[in-house]
């Protein structure tokens, strides 16, 4: 087989790299699933002092695994060192979520974490990079980056909500029976907490009569305005009860196919859910970080426009209600 012609290497900083999603996303970055079959990557890993000897065991099995794409690990418990010239961030390090808490709950633990690792992206990481925050609250962790390093700027950095968007796809290839791979446009709307909307409205599933709107394929309505939405919602704290602790490969996958598609770029005629810095559309207030249907381009994301007739107004909790 003919070997991919490769790029200049990029550094990719994941942070909590020792913890159950790290261990998960490392060996998807190191084997080309982020950023391509052709893409290098120096891995800078980041646990805090606690974690050192399990950081350390994850970098021994990095080289046991022998990955011609990584050329070269950093594992450190300093976030200067950390940040260091990197091109693209995974900030996954925070308190995670037990059963019975909400997203929220966390804020007063992660916020913190935030706070410092903003200035050490502002000092210490490539001019351009490009960041994703996986800890929960997402929204408000990347506010608090935003905040706290004005210099970067407000639209390289994001959140995630692919996981829930992943969990909508899910869903619905379930309740169809058709392949995951051939539904497409769902969107989910607002926070990644119990308050977001995962919306089916517009997608559309591949049959064997070419594409056609789920809402069309899925008879029973109820089950698309209720049991869909709910499920989706309290997807996270139904595999933490199942699993007793939170979901760790779909989020690590997730976070993959949220940096993909924003570096190399949608596919035709397909759009994905990224939290991303409000500029108004749609009605939601500025300022705030908004999980919207996005498309990507030449590394730059752009907010679905025109597609929707609605208008959303958001309350003091997140909550958004459309009319
Ligand atoms: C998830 O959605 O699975 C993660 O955000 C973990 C959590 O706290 O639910």
Excluded at 2 to 17: N, S
Excluded at 148 to 160: D, E, G, H, S
Aim: hydrophobic letters at 45%; a neutral charge; aromatic letters at 6%.
């Amino acid at each position: 087989r003919d070997e991919p012609k490769l790029k200049q290497p990029v550094k990719v900083l994941v942070t909590g790299a020792a913890g159950q999603i790290g261990y998960a996303i490392v060996p998807m970055i190191a084997r080309g699933l982020m950023l391509g079959l052709d893409q290098p990557v120096v891995l800078h890993m980041l646990d805090i002092p606690r974690m050192a000897d399990a950081l350390n065991g994850v970098r021994m099995e990095l080289v046991d695994a022998a990955l011609p794409l990584l050329r070269g690990v950093v594992s450190t418990t300093d976030e200067a060192e950390a940040f260091q010239g990197v091109n693209f961030a995974v900030l996954i390090g925070g308190w995670p979520r037990k059963e019975g808490m909400e997203r929220k709950d966390l804020i007063a633990k992660n916020v913190a974490i935030y706070k410092s690792q903003a200035a050490a992206l502002q000092q210490h990481a490539a001019p351009n990079c490009k960041v994703l925050v996986v800890a929960n609250p997402a929204n408000t962790n990347a506010l608090v980056l935003k905040e706290f390093a004005p210099a970067v700027p407000a639209r390289n950095i994001t959140c995630l909500t692919r996981l829930d968007h992943n969990r909508a796809l899910g869903q619905i290839a379930e309740k169809l029976g058709v392949h995951v791979g051939d539904v497409r446009n769902a969107v989910v709307w607002g926070n990644h907490s119990s308050t977001q909307f995962p919306d089916a409205s517009h997608a559309t599933a591949r049959t064997e009569h070419g594409e056609r709107p789920v809402r069309e394929l899925v008879a029973d309505d109820k089950w698309l305005s209720e049991e869909f939405v709910v499920t989706v919602q309290q997807r996270g704290a139904a595999v933490m009860k199942a699993r007793k602790q939170s979901s760790s490969l779909s989020a690590a996958s997730a976070a993959c196919d949220h940096m993909r598609d924003w570096i190399l770029g949608t596919p035709k005629g397909t759009w994905v859910s990224m939290g991303v810095y409000s500029d108004g559309s749609y009605g939601v207030p500025d300022g705030i970080f908004y999980s919207f249907p996005v498309t990507c381009e030449k590394g730059e994301w752009s907010i679905v426009q025109g597609e929707f007739l609605l208008f959303c107004q958001v309350d003091s909790n997140g909550s958004t209600t459309f009319s």
